[in-house]
């Protein structure tokens, strides 16, 4: 069984800056990734962030070059530096771990942009 759990998020005005962190736990395969989704209500999840166990990231255009995204191989780790937020950054921000042809969600956490 593999769980996911986000943790960070929050209220910060439009300038500031919010990290997340995102810990797996259970059968984890050496080769996965693990990324960052974000979704507003009505919407479809979209892509943030994804960084593989082999170090390759990928950035949705709209957040290169503010958001960072880093990974722990040892602890299942994976965390997202959101800089310079703005407030369409606003949504819940879902964490994802995707090996073996499946994905794992965790339970989204809230991040509020305000202007």
């Known amino acids: 069984q593999v769980q996911v759990v986000e943790s960070g998020g929050g209220l910060v005005q439009a300038g500031g800056s919010l990290r997340l962190s995102c810990a797996a736990s259970g059968s984890i395969s050496s080769a996965n990734t693990m990324g960052w989704f974000r979704q507003d209500p009505g919407t479809r999840r979209d892509l943030v962030a994804t960084m593989s166990s082999f170090g390759r990231s990928n950035y949705a255009d709209a957040v290169k070059g503010r958001f960072t995204i880093s990974r722990d191989n040892a602890k299942n780790t994976v965390y997202l530096q959101m800089n310079s937020l703005k407030p369409e950054d606003t949504a819940v921000y879902y964490c994802?771990?995707?090996?073996?042809?499946?994905?794992?969600w965790g339970q989204g956490t809230q991040v509020t942009v305000s202007s």
């Open positions: 994802a771990l995707l090996q073996s042809g499946r994905n794992y």
